[in-house]
């Protein structure tokens, strides 16, 4: 059975920083694209940032583009997401995923994805 779950988020300041990770099991992962994606209240899910098989190619929403690095260990089948300088705007539940086959980097629409963790709750204070 195959299981991601997030863990990393939590309350913080404006300016601050959390590391979200991302722990994969049941199947490996090291092979195909990851994603991180993000939901707020009344919102539809949204794409955050991508991270291909290798590490080598990255992709960010531009509203975290400079502030978020999406990294992976395929060793360990995890996956994280550091964020910095944090704002209100990127209070969400967010969410770890993983597509069940080859799937472009470009690829941001929820629907790309066939694994999805139950999420993590980041809440930044103003």
């Known amino acids: 059975q195959v299981q991601l779950v997030e863990s990393g988020g939590g309350l913080v300041q404006a300016g601050g920083s959390l590391r979200l990770s991302c722990a994969a099991s049941?199947?490996?992962?090291?092979?195909?694209?990851m994603g991180w994606f993000r939901q707020a209240p009344g919102k539809e899910r949204e794409f955050v940032a991508a991270?291909?098989?290798?590490?080598?190619?990255?992709l960010y929403a531009d509203s975290v583009k400079g502030r978020f690095t999406i990294s992976r260990d395929n060793a360990k089948n995890t996956v994280h997401l550091q964020m910095n300088s944090l704002k209100p705007e990127d209070t969400a539940v967010y969410y770890c995923?993983?597509?069940?086959?080859?799937?472009?980097?470009?690829?941001?629409?929820?629907?790309?994805?066939?694994?999805w963790g139950r999420g993590t709750q980041v809440t930044v204070s103003s």
């Open positions: 995923a993983a597509p069940s086959g080859a799937i472009y980097i470009t690829t941001i629409q929820p629907g790309g994805y066939d694994y």
């Open positions: 991270i291909n098989w290798s590490g080598s190619s990255t």
């Open positions: 049941g199947r490996t992962f090291r092979n195909l694209v």
